[in-house]
């Protein structure tokens, strides 16, 4: 059972586009990360939100977070090569215990 | 090092064959997780440590994985009789307190099974 979804799955676009990604859950989570994974490394953390609502902007990259804590949108603007890579969100949630629950990701490719 | 290392960075495995993947987390960190993850795909949990215990260890996919954890530190993940579905980059992260705060993680191993 896939505890968080996201979608789309694979995204290719042009650079200078905007794109959003999205993760969802039946479940409510404390927190939740997105990271980014780029080929041979392993995912590097982006941002944290914590209050439902909450929205957080890092650079052309913004994060949201549901009011119900259940799901998160990851919204890139003005997308360039150097944004390409695997998106993952990742749920924090006493309910699971003390884990980090991943979702499937998004592979994003941003081609010149 | 400054960040969580494991090793082998690659490894190639005849099929039933054991093999064991380590991971030398952040010094202090008191979490460590292991993932696998196969060719394009997201993260697969397979357990997790708080200093040398494993109060989740849900994900291992069969009785051939196990993994322990000496002096809070060190972690090796061992695949007994490998199969060739075991072939995937098997992740490890440490945090500095559980699910409260970053996992970082490291570069993977990558297990390939022949």
């Known amino acids: 059972t896939q505890l968080l979804e996201q979608s789309p799955q694979f995204l290719s676009i042009q650079e200078g586009e905007n794109l959003t990604v999205y993760c969802n859950s039946s479940s409510v989570f404390s927190s939740l990360q997105w990271y980014r994974q780029e080929p041979g490394e392993g995912p590097v953390l982006l941002v944290t939100?914590?209050?439902?609502?909450e929205v957080k902007k890092l650079k052309r990259l913004t994060f949201q977070f549901g009011d119900a804590r259940k799901d998160s949108s990851l919204h890139i603007t003005a997308a360039q090569p150097g944004d390409t890579g695997l998106y993952l969100c990742?749920?924090?949630?006493?309910?699971?215990?003390?884990?980090?629950?991943f979702g499937p990701g998004t592979r994003l490719s941003v081609l010149p | 090092g400054a960040g969580v290392s494991q090793s082998p960075s690659n490894k190639v495995t005849e099929k039933g064959k054991d093999v064991e993947l380590r991971c030398d987390p952040i010094s202090g960190h008191t979490a460590l997780y292991w993932y696998r993850q196969s060719l394009g795909q997201g993260l697969e949990f397979l357990i997790y440590f708080q200093g040398n215990s494993a109060p989740d260890k849900s994900g291992l996919p069969s009785d051939r994985f196990s993994a322990e954890r000496t002096g809070g530190s060190v972690s090796t993940l061992t695949i007994q009789r490998t199969q060739q579905e075991d072939s995937a980059v098997y992740l490890c992260?440490?945090?500095?307190?559980?699910?409260?705060?970053?996992?970082?993680f490291g570069q993977g191993t990558r297990l390939t099974v022949v």
């Open positions: 990742a749920g924090v949630g006493d309910r699971y215990g003390q884990n980090f629950v």
């Open positions: 992260a440490s945090s500095l307190i559980p699910a409260n705060t970053e996992a970082f």
């Open positions: 939100v914590v209050t439902g609502g």
